[in-house]
């Protein structure tokens, strides 16, 4: 799942202090999940934002809006939906980057009349895993080639400070990262479970240098699955 | 002979080597290089320049390297992962060869978090085992490891770090082995103080036969203070300070701590010399290269033969 953060609020409205009409819009999955960008997060948000210049006197109309998923064009073509994004002067998008981004292009691809000004209220920060109450963690970095089946199921690209494909360094100390005392050191639990699963013979051989290019290394990455194209 | 260094060469003769350290100025002096050097000379066979140490911005390796060469000693450059990725590597390997480096160390870096710029963006394309396995490529194979081939002649004596106090403890001499499949000519070890625990260390690598394979050098730092002590102890990845260390330090009083740190620093160097398995001392004496003539006179190794 992609994890995002709420920009700080002063951020927020000095970002969007120039404007009349402004739409909060929403994203019902990834950042709904993660109670930074869902629909009540959106309807907070607008409320915050209205009270705020409220009290400066400023006459602001902001609105609040929820699509189920701002990666995907299906989901934001309705009409009624379409017409309200051309009356806002600018839309606070609460999506991760990537609906941030889609939302923007899709809205200004649709929309001839006049250009769509969509912005970003979140921080994107991770792809990772609801760990326990109000606590994410990171898990995947997408480098393109999973070395999992080597290492455990524990990613050393990802969960290793310094993304070590022979660890653990010199800085593993009583099983935490030297960076930080609540990060795990990917290593040892790599090593723990190998040693679990009787395979810690698995990491004894010196792991090759990695190829980056299926990485963002490689620039931009682009997926096309001619089996899926129409 | 891999590079014809004074510190292979004296390795290759079975002498019990001792290496010191220099780390270089926050910016242009080299006069403050010049005057540790000059402290150092003579007195050990080989200095390990540190490259960015704790992620702090300092003159660079290979060029303070260079300035030691010119001052009539032998450095051992070390390189970081941190900050540059394979082509980076391979190029600066290339200069420090011309400029006649004939050690290096392989090391992956302290985290960008710990220095003046945490800000940075850091490299880890490779890791310090798939750099030893890079120059031993280029050495053996005259090759990059594209496969194209290297124009004139690559030597370099490789070395690496190693840190028996680091955890899990049971695999640190499984991750030495790592680096000696990799190539790995020659070892220095982080700062020991908890001697019970380097034995216990030192033991898995004889029975594994690794000191066979590689030479070891037990990685030493004087103790200037109490304060320096626990600084150590709290701060630096990896270091174990024993109590009874402290203690001593803190009965020695004020006056005399100084003379305590180095009086221990003799007796591990004693104590060491009896470890089967290890060829020599790293000796890390920071911020007190004008010390490092008195502790190795003090531990009878003087003087240094040259070949």
């Known amino acids: 799942m992609i994890i995002a953060d709420r920009k700080p609020f002063e951020e927020i409205k000095e970002s969007v202090k120039d404007y009349n009409k402004i739409m909060v819009l929403g994203c019902e999955t990834c950042v709904a999940i993660c109670q930074a960008g869902g629909e009540k997060e959106a309807e907070i948000l607008a409320s915050e934002l209205k009270l705020a210049f409220g009290n400066e006197g400023k006459k602001v109309e902001v609105n609040d809006e929820i699509v189920i998923r701002q990666c995907d064009d299906e989901f934001m073509s309705d009409t009624a939906f379409l017409e309200k994004v051309k009356e806002a002067d600018v839309v606070l998008s609460i999506a991760c980057g990537v609906g941030v981004q889609h939302s923007c292009n899709y809205f200004n691809r649709i929309i001839t009349e006049k250009p769509i000004r969509v912005i970003p209220g ?55 990262c030297e960076i930080n005392k609540d990060t795990d050191c990917a290593w040892h639990l790599i090593i723990e479970r190998l040693e679990a699963l009787g395979e810690l013979e698995r990491i004894k051989p010196v792991e090759k240098y990695k190829d980056w290019r299926p990485s963002h290394s490689g620039g931009p990455r682009r997926m096309v699955r001619e089996d899926l194209r129409l | 002979m891999k590079s014809g260094s004074n510190l292979e060469g004296l390795l290759e003769k079975g002498e019990f080597v001792i290496t010191g350290e220099l780390g270089p100025p926050k910016g242009t002096d080299v006069e403050v290089v010049k005057k540790k050097a000059a402290m150092l000379k003579g007195n050990v066979d080989a200095v390990n320049i540190t490259d960015n140490q704790t992620a702090i911005v300092r003159m660079s390796s290979i060029a303070t390297s260079k300035i030691l060469i010119d001052e009539g000693l032998e450095p051992t450059m070390q390189m970081v992962a941190r900050d540059r990725n394979r082509l ?25 978090s710990f220095g003046n710029h945490p800000e940075a963006k850091n490299v880890f394309d490779i890791d310090s085992i798939q750099m030893i396995h890079m120059v031993k490529t280029m050495r053996d194979e005259h090759k990059v490891i594209c496969g194209d081939e290297i124009e004139g002649d690559f030597k370099m004596f490789i070395g690496a770090a190693s840190n028996p106090f680091a955890d899990p403890f049971q695999y640190r001499v499984h991750r030495l082995a790592k680096k000696i499949e990799a190539g790995v000519d020659f070892i220095q070890t982080q700062c020991i103080y ?105 531990a009878g190794l003087l003087p240094r033969s040259v070949l």
């Open chain 1, 122 to 176: 979140l921080n994107t920060t991770f792809m990772g895993a609801n760990i326990d109450v109000g606590l994410w963690e990171e898990r995947c970095l997408g480098c393109g080639d999973c070395v999992l089946e080597r290492t455990g199921g524990i990613c050393p690209i990802t969960r290793c400070a310094k993304s070590l494909l022979n660890g653990p360094c010199g800085g593993s100390s009583n099983g935490k």
């Open chain 2, 88 to 112: 980076a590597i391979m190029s600066d390997l290339f200069g420090a060869s011309a400029l006649g480096i004939k050690n290096m160390l392989c090391l992956s870096g302290d985290h960008q």
């Open chain 2, 194 to 298: 908890d001697m019970k625990r380097f034995k216990e260390f030192m033991k898995q690598v004889v029975d594994m036969g690794l000191h066979e394979k590689c030479k070891i050098l037990a990685g030493i730092t004087p103790l200037k203070s109490v304060g320096m002590a626990r600084y150590m102890a709290a701060n630096v990845s990896g270091i174990i300070i024993p109590e009874e260390i402290i203690d001593r330090l803190k009965g020695a009083g004020k006056e005399k701590v100084a003379s305590e740190g180095i009086k221990i620093t003799c007796e591990q160097i004693q104590e060491l010399r009896e470890i089967e398995g290890l060829s020599g001392i790293h000796l890390m004496a920071i911020e007190w290269e004008h010390k490092v003539q008195e502790i190795v006179e003090a």
